[in-house]
């Protein structure tokens, strides 16, 4: 079975540009989860969905982000315009109600560079 | 509010040692608890879990026990390869409603196992 697919796997891009992640979830699932790795922050929770549907978006940084769930099997997360204090880990993962709750299933993750 | 304090790291090992990482929790109602483990390159995946107090998770010979009088869920392996190399994040969910997939993480400890 596919897992969680990233993409793209690498981005480098200058600052002021906009950057878009894309995010295919496990079929099935229905709770889908952007995170942003860093070495000083560590893991940070930036928003989530059930079914579609934004439920905390609490942990967006600021109005350069923002993130979209159009249908069960989509998502992305777009920084416009990007700093270079963006530059992180970006992962994505989802989980199914009818799995072990709390089990999620992280994507491989997209390492984004803003020059 | 809910939080995972892990101890800090790195930790290094020679192959064939005893293995302990803390992991202590903060937590309104009462959590799950988790174990993850991220290999390099690659995004998080669940090692072992534990859903009330006194359970053991165990996995690839890695034990926890959720210990609700001190808090606690400490990672303990008997004797480490060189594969075990990685970070670990130990993580709670305070489930039920919308949610039931969102984990606290802690910051993450680096395993480094030498032959």
């Known amino acids: 079975d596919a897992g969680v697919i990233q993409s793209p796997r690498h981005e480098v891009t200058e600052m002021g540009q906009e950057v878009t992640l894309r995010c295919k979830p496990i079929?099935?699932?229905?709770?889908l989860f952007w995170y942003r790795q860093t070495m000083m922050r560590g893991l940070e929770l930036l928003i989530y969905?059930?079914?579609?549907?934004?439920?905390?978006d609490s942990g967006m940084p600021e109005d350069r982000f923002s993130a979209k769930m159009p249908n069960a099997s989509f998502s992305t997360l777009k920084i416009q315009p990007s700093e270079p204090r963006d530059s992180a880990v970006y992962f994505c993962?989802?989980?199914?109600?009818?799995?072990?709750?709390?089990?999620?299933?992280f994507g491989e993750g997209s390492r984004l560079t803003v020059l | 509010g809910n939080s995972v304090t892990q101890m800090e790291g790195p930790v290094t090992l020679s192959e064939e040692a005893f293995l302990t990482i803390n992991c202590t929790y903060t937590?309104?109602?009462?959590?799950?608890l988790f174990w993850y483990v991220q290999y390099p390159g690659e995004g998080l995946q669940l090692l072992l879990k534990a859903t009330k107090a006194d359970d053991k998770g165990s996995n690839k010979g890695f034990e926890a026990t959720y210990r609700k009088e001190t808090t606690s869920f400490h990672l303990e392996k008997g004797s480490v390869q060189v594969s075990d190399s990685a970070v670990y994040f130990c993580?709670?969910?305070?489930?039920?409603?919308?949610?039931?997939?969102?984990?606290?993480f802690g910051q993450g400890t680096i395993l480094t196992v030498h032959p």
């Open positions: 079929s099935g699932h229905n709770s």
């Open positions: 993962a989802s989980s199914s109600r009818r799995g072990i709750t709390g089990e999620l299933f």
């Open positions: 969905f059930n079914n579609n549907v934004p439920i905390d």
């Open positions: 993580a709670l969910n305070v489930g039920g409603g919308t949610s039931y997939g969102k984990l606290t």
């Open positions: 937590a309104t109602g009462y959590p799950s």
